[in-house]
């Protein structure tokens, strides 16, 4: 009995329907609540109010994200028309979008029992907004674009399967669902795309599906050199990157540390460990060692790249493919000669529910709960202008609700300082974590700076943007200052202080002070300078 074609035809529509459900829960109240990473929030904010200015990442400003994690979040803006709005509905969309080369790739590979369930699975790790391996209520949009990149992983890693029927339609929806999925990872977070440029190499090795694989590669080659031909930023980009992997290298942490984070997932890989022994028994096949081995090393690297302790989604498509192995195996046993094989089918699709089910359950917790808390205006509205859909609620998370509480009076103190500034601000800077006052103020931003400025993640002593670059289209810097408690003089602000503050006091004078800021507009040119630069010669 063939038993992974067992009503193929539902699977698709089962986990198009999910996705759909999940983007109406996201989408449908129009608020963003958050418990934790407001900074996090501000800066994929001011990332969609860049680029609906009409900026283009890395050629207008600094950022080692792709460019369709930018144009995704300004769809979101774009579409719900509130900045509280813009997270849940960008989500909402790659929700749908993610949904329509998985039901694909899932229905033509795995068995219902396997697909369902794994299908909702990675659905709602890119629909739930909680940085994985939180807990529930630590309800945030922040590394959003992680989630994307383990859901669409998680989807292509299936194809190491053969499908059930192999034709020239399947072969190109194969190629198509492929190429969109790298291409996904390619542009929204390199890590994961050069693991999904890598996974076809290891496919060419299956002669009935090379086909396929080779077609993606060439496709994804074309498709990127279209891309470049309009972005025109690919090496601004890598000199991006290149920045933030001069900080640590290839891998972060101390010894002790990156130990620890193989312990946190221990669970998953002694799971995924068991599946791949019982498939690689059945199959004795090298290249399926291969596989596995490839998901498990892969799988870490990423995550030790990412703000992120436990979700190596890797490890559980290997376990999805293990198990459809498993399945195909005793489907091909003649009943009479094996009775036990029916329980060892079941015991493997029991086992995997086991390893999927938990994580399930804990997004649906989470969603649900940014689902209600949205719908009845949970919280307090960050109090600036435009952000008034932005909610920050206290669920059980009384010490980051107190942090950021605190941080609303720095952020009013400063918009009351810009208010008052005649003539009206533009091309605004933060020295501080993020930058919501050109979307309060509906300033243009400035061209050649950054929303990221993530001290020993994106800059650091040794490897930073150099001040007359970042700050050369700046016409007002807004400085925070130091804070009372003893940690503070630890913390980034003074490192960025001491790299920044000499050119800002070379070329900026003091425009006004309060509480929590330092005001800096740009001096005036002299004359000469003046007119050199209307003579067009400087």
Same mark, same amino acid.
């Given at each position: 009995?063939?038993?992974?074609?067992?009503?193929?035809?539902?699977?698709?529509?089962?986990?198009?329907?999910?996705? /759909?459900?999940?983007?109406?829960?996201?989408?449908?109240?129009?608020?963003?609540?958050?418990?934790?990473?407001?900074?996090?929030?501000?800066?994929?904010?001011?990332?969609?109010?860049?680029?609906?200015?009409? &900026?283009?990442?890395?050629?207008?400003?600094?950022?080692?994200?792709?460019?369709?994690?930018?144009?995704?979040?300004?769809?979101?803006?774009?579409?719900?028309? =509130?900045?509280?709005?813009?997270?849940?509905?960008?989500?909402?969309?790659?929700?749908?979008? +993610?949904?329509?080369?998985?039901?694909?790739?899932?229905?033509?590979?795995?068995?219902?029992?396997?697909?369902?369930?794994?299908?909702?699975?990675?659905?709602?790790?890119?629909? +739930?907004?909680?940085?994985?391996?939180?807990?529930?209520?630590?309800?945030?949009? /922040?590394?959003?674009?992680?989630?994307?990149?383990?859901?669409?992983?998680? +989807?292509?890693?299936?194809?190491?399967?053969?499908?059930?029927?192999?034709?020239?339609?399947? =072969? !190109?929806?194969?190629?198509?669902?492929? =190429?969109?999925?790298?291409?996904?990872?390619?542009?929204?977070?390199?890590?994961?795309?050069?693991?999904?440029?890598?996974?076809?190499?290891?496919?060419?090795?299956?002669?009935? &599906?090379?086909?396929?694989?080779?077609?993606?590669?060439?496709?994804?080659?074309? /498709?990127?050199?279209?891309?470049?031909? !309009?972005?025109?930023?690919?090496? /601004?980009?890598?000199?991006?990157?290149?920045?933030?992997?001069?900080?640590?290298?290839?891998?972060?942490? =101390?010894?002790? &540390?990156?130990?620890?984070? !193989?312990?946190?997932?221990?669970?998953?890989?002694?799971?995924?460990?068991?599946?791949?022994? !019982?498939?690689?028994?059945?199959?004795?096949?090298?290249?399926d060692l291969l596989f596995y081995a490839f998901c498990a090393v892969a799988g870490f690297l990423i995550i030790n790249q990412n703000f992120q302790a436990w979700g190596i989604i890797m490890l559980h498509g290997a376990a999805a493919v293990a198990a459809e192995t498993i399945l195909r195996s005793e489907s091909r046993r003649p009943q009479g000669v094996d009775h036990g094989s029916w329980s060892t089918a079941a015991g493997a699709r029991l086992l995997f529910l086991a390893v999927v089910l938990p994580t399930i359950i804990y997004c649906l917790a989470a969603l649900g709960l940014h689902t209600a808390a949205a719908s009845v205006r949970a919280g307090i509205a960050v109090p600036l202008p435009n952000m008034e859909q932005i909610r920050v609620a206290n669920l059980w998370t009384w010490s980051d609700y107190d942090t950021a509480t605190a941080y609303h009076e720095v952020l009013r103190d400063g918009f009351n300082a810009l208010s008052q500034l005649e003539p009206k601000p533009s091309r605004i800077f933060v020295l501080d974590q993020g930058n919501a006052f050109s979307m309060a103020l509906n300033a243009p931003p400035a061209r050649g700076d950054t929303p990221w400025l993530q001290w020993d993640r994106t800059l650091g002593n040794t490897s930073y943007i150099p001040p007359e670059t970042l700050l050369a289209d700046v016409q007002l810097v807004m400085e925070r200052k130091l804070s009372d408690s003893p940690d503070a003089a630890k913390g980034p602000l003074p490192q960025l202080q001491a790299i920044y503050g000499p050119y800002i006091a070379a070329h900026f004078d003091a425009a006004g002070e309060t509480q929590h800021w330092k005001l800096h507009r740009r001096r005036a040119p002299s004359i000469p300078e003046a007119a050199l630069h209307l003579d067009g010669r400087s």
């Open positions: 009995m063939r038993l992974w074609t067992e009503r193929p035809m539902k699977v698709g529509p089962i986990l198009l329907v999910a996705a /759909a459900l999940l983007a109406l829960l996201l989408a449908l109240p129009g608020q963003t609540v958050t418990t934790r990473y407001l900074n996090d929030l501000f800066v994929i904010l001011d990332g969609a109010y860049r680029v609906a200015a009409g &900026q283009v990442p890395n050629q207008d400003f600094h950022t080692p994200l792709g460019p369709f994690a930018y144009y995704l979040t300004a769809a979101g803006y774009a579409l719900s028309g =509130t900045l509280g709005g813009t997270m849940p509905t960008a989500m909402a969309l790659i929700t749908l979008l +993610v949904a329509l080369p998985m039901a694909h790739v899932l229905s033509s590979r795995l068995h219902p029992f396997i697909a369902i369930p794994y299908g909702l699975f990675l659905l709602l790790i890119l629909a +739930v907004p909680v940085n994985l391996g939180e807990g529930i209520t630590s309800l945030s949009f /922040a590394k959003f674009y992680n989630r994307i990149g383990w859901a669409a992983l998680g +989807v292509l890693l299936v194809m190491y399967l053969r499908p059930v029927r192999i034709d020239r339609r399947q =072969t !190109i929806l194969d190629t198509a669902c492929a =190429t969109v999925l790298t291409l996904l990872m390619l542009y929204t977070k390199l890590s994961y795309g050069v693991v999904a440029l890598a996974f076809p190499l290891l496919v060419l090795s299956d002669r009935q &599906q090379r086909r396929w694989s080779a077609g993606a590669m060439g496709a994804t080659l074309l /498709a990127a050199l279209s891309i470049e031909l !309009i972005w025109q930023s690919s090496l /601004a980009h890598l000199a991006d990157l290149r920045l933030a992997f001069a900080l640590d290298g290839g891998l972060r942490g =101390t010894w002790g &540390q990156i130990v620890d984070h !193989i312990l946190v997932n221990l669970t998953d890989y002694i799971l995924l460990f068991l599946f791949a022994g !019982i498939a690689l028994y059945r199959t004795r096949s090298v290249r």
